[in-house]
């Protein structure tokens, strides 16, 4: 069945980084622009970046341009996102999916940025 597993989260400080990675099964992996989703505390899920099924084509949230990277590997059908000089307001539990949320959600992985 279908898998999404994301990891990589933890607690940082203002300015530090972080890589998230996802793992997926379950499906034609190559076939899907995949996406990162965040869900802050009392807020709803919002879209972070996504990427094309080849990787040359991304897309990110205005807030995080310049400070995300979204890339995946096809060939192990996981996508990632390398965070730099993260904020307080990137504390959110994030997520990958389709672009289109398609398959069922992950656990998500836990980022709090201390300031």
């Known amino acids: 069945q279908v898998q999404l597993v994301e990891s990589g989260g933890g607690l940082v400080q203002t300015g530090e980084s972080l890589i998230l990675s996802c793992t997926t099964s379950?499906?034609?992996?190559?076939?899907?622009?995949m996406a990162w989703f965040r869900q802050a505390p009392g807020k709803e899920r919002e879209f972070v970046a996504s990427i094309g099924w080849r990787g040359y084509s991304t897309r990110y949230e205005d807030s995080v341009k310049g400070r995300f990277t979204i890339s995946r590997d096809n060939a192990k059908n996981m996508v990632y996102l390398q965070m730099n000089s993260l904020k307080p307001e990137d504390t959110a539990v994030y997520y990958c999916?389709?672009?289109?949320?398609?398959?069922?959600w992950g656990q998500g992985t836990q980022v709090t940025v201390s300031s």
């Open positions: 999916n389709t672009q289109g949320g398609a398959m069922p």
């Open positions: 379950g499906f034609t992996f190559s076939n899907y622009y």
